[in-house]
Every structure is written in structure tokens, then in C-alpha cells.
């Protein structure tokens, strides 16, 4: 009664002031359960934009059918989630359902979240109501092109390719297992970005894991395929992965996979990443489209060499023309910490760019030019500038020269002079977010049919209803 006689006289003397909700009645150890799985949920990377609050939405999301903004999730009444019920709340994470009955776009995991149980989604909601301060900002609302922006027809979308049964009983598999399982396969959603869609953007259940393009990046195979996936990895390295974003003359994390890293996967219990790395590497094998079923793996292609001798006592003007650009804007950008042979540092800070997934795939190759690398983990920093900053001069590189840049390395550290294809067209795409989907014009053009079907329809009856008038 005190506390609520001092809240009215507070609305007396502040007519404008918005109260606080009242606390939810969660235990500490509830709440920090729905912190961790939200951190193995990553949250955090969609929802948080760029120098933004936590969880406060607003961070523009590129997508084949157009940009999405993510949402406030916050406990903020007005702007946030804080009026949502547990109910409300299992809905929209696990089917797609907003609070006003209004359906979210697939670009939020709730196919995979529809894994998670009862106990783990009201844990989070826990986590959300509680353990988030609330950020009273709006955010940008989405709006894509016609007939995307019709959120209606998500509902068909989810009676075809929504999934809400429980993970299958495998009572023959460890405990282990089943734990990588329920992770991967749930709140860490592997399979959102490394499975291809199909026409309707839907999962290709038939290539599970085998790669996708996620925006400007290739999310790439990880299967147990040894040449196509990662079926030469050890257990061991799966983790150190997971853990720090790079396993040396292997890989490293960039774009939203370093996100991934730098905000979950890096924060989870060394348990639960042994278990998602033994879940993954039990998958079957799989070819994805594009990739090599034989022969070297990805992080097996290339050497060290250069072609600097090339550009050497050659005026600047006759370097920047013709053959000799890739070599020249190698050795102004990238040698100085890469080395002039692409050997990289000792340490490895700086990676070797022979034997680097990153110089097998021309879109990772591309994407990491110009949207740089940045990182952070236990292990470290690590930041590489973008080369496509449209602001910053110092590290712009136009088209042409990101794309003589890219065959150059293609040639000198990654499958050679074959791949040496890229054109300052295909530079342009992943500059502006990556290809874009069929769908929209597939969607478009079905409806035009769709109303010519009606108007036939219409015309047919019309005139047997004058013939009959008629006779």
C-alpha cells in the first residue's frame, strides 16, 4: 500500500512520467538460465544495432526480398515487449506470432526456436522481463516491397514449412549428443544460415547444412563432408572455432558468423560447445551447390607467391591499367599486414591467405574486402578495415579495384587463374547486401495472373448469364 501511495503522489507531481511495471516474480537462478539461452540464442546480434543499446532493435538486416529492421525486445511497454504475457512471448519466438496477432518475417529463427522447450522459452521470457533494462525508443519499422509487406500471408508460409513438433527421441544417442542437438538445432539455429532455401525461401531439408547465402556473405558447408565440409576437422578444432572464430591455415570468422562468435558462441560452456561440435560432425555428408566433392578442400587450396615484380620501377599510372591493377592495389592495402607473398604473421594474428576458406569463395572474398573483419573474443580483437567504407576515402576501393584485387588473390592464394572471374558487376551485388530473390517477382507476377484468372472468371459468367437472358 506505501508503494503504491507513493507511485500516486509521483503521477500527481510528474503528470507525464510513465511508471515502471511491476517486477516480474522471478528467481535469480530463472533469470540467469534465460540470460544464457538467449546468449545461445543469439539475440544479441539482431537485435542491437550498430553502437546501439542491448536489444533495442533498429539494426538493418539485408534479405532477398529487401531490408529488415530488427525489433525492440526490451521490457519497454511502449516500444519494447514489456507488455507482453509468457504466452505472447512462446508465440513469437517459436511461431512467429507478434503480440498483436501481426506474423514476423523468417528472418527471425522461430523455425528453429520452435525447438526449444517450454521450460527454456519461459526462462528467457524471465530473462527478457528482468534482466533487460527496458529502452523506451521506437525503432524503424520494416517495410518491404509489394506484396512482401503483406504479413497475411506468413500464415501460409507457416502451414507449409513450419515445423512445431519436438525434436524426434533418440534414446540409442548420448546425452551428449542430444544436448549438440537440441543447441544446434534450436537456440543456435545452425541451420537458418547454413541451409539453402528453396523458390519460396523456405529450408532445403535435402541439403541440410550444405551452405547459403546469407545476405553478402556464403555461410559454407558444414558437414562431415571431408572435401566439401568439414569432415577433416577434428572435434577439438570445431570448438576452438566456436570459441575464438579462427583455427589457423583453416578458417576464420567474419560477418555474421564473428557476430555469432563475438556475442554466443564464445559464452557458452565449454560443454555445450564439445556437444554441438559432436552433433555436427555425426551429420551425414553432403555436396552443396557450387562445392568440390573431390580433390583439395577449401582450406587446403593455394600457395604463398606473388606477382609484385610485376609493378616494381613501373610508373603508378601504368599500374593502376589493365593486368597489373590487382597486384597494385594488393600491394598498397593488404601486404603490409598480410604479407607480400600472402604468408601472413607468425602469430597468426594477421592469417595466411593460401590455405583460408575466406580465398576459395568468391562472395566471402568479396564481402570481407569490403565490409572488413571485426571480432571479439577471450582470445582477443580482431579487426580488419572495410575496404567498401563509402565514407571514409582512405579505405575506399571502387568496383574495378575490389574486383582486380579479388582475382589477383584468387590466383596468386586461392584455386588459381580459372576462378579469376570476378567482374566489378558481381563487386556491386555484394556491395549493396548481397542477390536478391526471384520470389518477389515470382509473387508479383502471380498475382497479376491471379487477377486476370478473376477477371476471365468474371467476363465467362457475364456472358452466359446474356446468352441465357437471351434464349
Known sequence: MMKAALNFLLALMLPGAVLAAPAQPF???TVARGKYLATASDCMACHTAHHGQPMAGGLVMSSPVGEIVSTNITPSREHGIGKYTAQQFSDAVRKGVRADGQMLYPAMPYTAYARMTD??????????MQGVPAVDRPTTPTSLPFPMNIRLSMKAWNALFLDQQPL????????QWLRGQYLAEGAAHCSTCHTPRGALMQEDKTRHLSGAQVGPWYAPNIT????????????????????TGRVAGKAQAAGSMAEAISLSFSHLEPGDLRAIAVYIKSLPPSVGHGDQSAGPSRFEQGKAGNALDKIRGVPY?????????????????????????????SDAYYPSLFHNSATVN?????ATILLGVDRKTADGHVFMPPFGDQVNAVNHLSDTEVAALANYMLVQFGPGQAAATVTPEAVAQVRQGGPQSNLLTLARAGMVLGALAVALLIVFILRRRKR???N
Request: glycine share 10%; with cysteine.
Open 317 to 345: 599510372q601504368e599500374n593502376i591499367k589493365g593486368a597489373n591493377l590487382g597486384a597494385q592495389v594488393f600491394s598498397a592495402n593488404c601486404a603490409s599486414c598480410h604479407g607480400a607473398s600472402g604468408q601472413g604473421t
Open 468 to 470: 441465357a437472358g437471351a
Open 119 to 128: 521450460a527454456d522459452v519461459n526462462a528467457m521470457y524471465a530473462y527478457f
Open 27 to 29: 528467481d535469480a537462478a
Open 168 to 175: 524426434r527421441p533418440e534414446p540409442q544417442r548420448s546425452a
Open 362 to 366: 568468391t562472395n566471402n572474398l568479396l
Open 224 to 243: 562431415s563432408h571431408p572435401v566439401a565440409g568439414i569432415g577433416a576437422w577434428t572435434e577439438a578444432e570445431v570448438v576452438q572455432y566456436l570459441q
